[in-house]
């Protein structure tokens, strides 16, 4: 953590944290309101998020408060907008967590092949086989891991831009996400390309990799194999940040966009398993968000604590 002497933030800070109400997202939540922060804890389930903001309450954690909202659903995310205007009239950050993973487990695969699950899912054998990959949950993955985010971010940087400390977006990444996970070298090079990137690209590759899911032919195409709808979120959102970061870099006061890669942590999207913890990962997401502002860049992807490739 910081040296307070050099702190940027102070008891006027707001926070929103999208899937706020369990695992790395709950663990930011009470690391960004152990600083005195008024946080935003959002969720979906209106009940699940209630029963998290009671448990941050009983924790001696004051200053949070709970909002529901659905990032796939414009209609949520505006109103969700609206409130924070009349309530808070600004956002100093936002960290983008919620996600899905898209994918099912073959599980008469595994049992027929007296594989653990773990072997399945973490092994570095590039293969399909054992995962079932539907065109209603990919489509379900994108439109919350990479459409959901960029809803919010839309909707909020009117509220970010007003922020006369600057502002700060995560976009909670993955090294999933990174390009070399793509099996097309032409995909590779046109999302890496910073200059020629728009919304539309974005878009296009995520409209093509469905339609091949649609059609049952994606293991055909370029597509990842593994966990290919999380995937293919993650390379899109990892884009949109470098985009939007290109965009904003001229904005004063500041917004600093960046992709934070937790790491492998133990959540119900890793089935539990990982090698470090919820708290682990969220200080890794929280200490990007709270460098200084003459130390943060804009527009990076970091691995846990270091600067990493796209």
Same mark, same amino acid.
Not at 41 to 52: H, I
Not at 155 to 174: E, F, K, T
Not at 271 to 281: C, K, T
């Given at each position: 953590m910081m040296n307070a002497n050099r702190s940027w933030w102070n008891e006027e800070t707001v926070a929103v944290i999208t899937g706020g109400n369990k695992g790395i997202g709950f663990e930011v939540c009470k690391q960004f309101a152990n600083l005195g922060f008024r946080v935003i804890?959002?969720?979906?389930?209106?009940?699940?998020?209630?029963?998290?903001l009671v448990a941050l309450r009983n924790e001696g954690f004051q200053t949070v408060s709970f909002h529901q909202l659905d990032v796939s659903n414009k209609a949520s995310v505006a109103d969700f907008a609206s409130w924070i205007s009349q309530e808070h009239g600004h956002v100093d950050i936002l960290v983008n967590n919620a996600g899905t993973n898209g994918v099912y487990v073959d599980e008469l695969y595994v049992k027929e092949n007296n594989m653990k699950l773990e072997d399945l899912l973490w092994s570095e054998q590039q293969s399909s086989k054992g995962f079932i990959v539907e065109y209603e949950s990919a489509k379900a993955c994108m439109e919350t891991n990479y459409y959901g985010a960029k809803h919010v971010i839309r909707?909020?940087?009117?509220?970010?831009?007003? *922020?006369?400390? +600057?502002?700060?977006?995560?976009?909670? !990444?993955?090294l999933f996400g990174q390009l070399h996970n793509l099996r097309s070298s032409k995909l590779q090079q046109e999302l890496a390309d910073v200059d020629h990137l728009s919304d539309a690209l974005i878009d296009q590759v995520l409209e093509m990799y469905l339609n091949d899911v649609k059609q049952k032919i994606w293991e055909d195409k370029g597509w990842p194999l593994k966990f290919p709808s999380y995937k293919m979120s993650k390379i899109a959102l990892h884009a949109y940040t470098r985009l939007l970061a290109t965009q904003l870099e001229k904005d004063v006061p500041k917004v600093f966009v960046n992709c934070v890669h937790p790491g492998f942590v133990r959540t119900d999207i890793? *089935?539990?398993? +990982?090698?470090?913890?919820?708290?682990? !990962?969220?200080?890794n997401i929280v200490r990007v968000a709270l460098l200084p502002p003459n130390e943060c860049p804009s527009g990076q992807l970091f691995l846990e604590k270091k600067v990493g490739q796209f």
């Open positions: 804890l959002t969720a979906r389930d209106a009940d699940r998020g209630q029963k998290a909707a909020l940087l009117p509220l970010l831009r007003s *922020s006369s400390r +600057g502002a700060r977006i995560i976009n909670v !990444g993955s890793t *089935s539990g398993m +990982g090698n470090i913890s919820a708290q682990e !990962g969220a200080e």
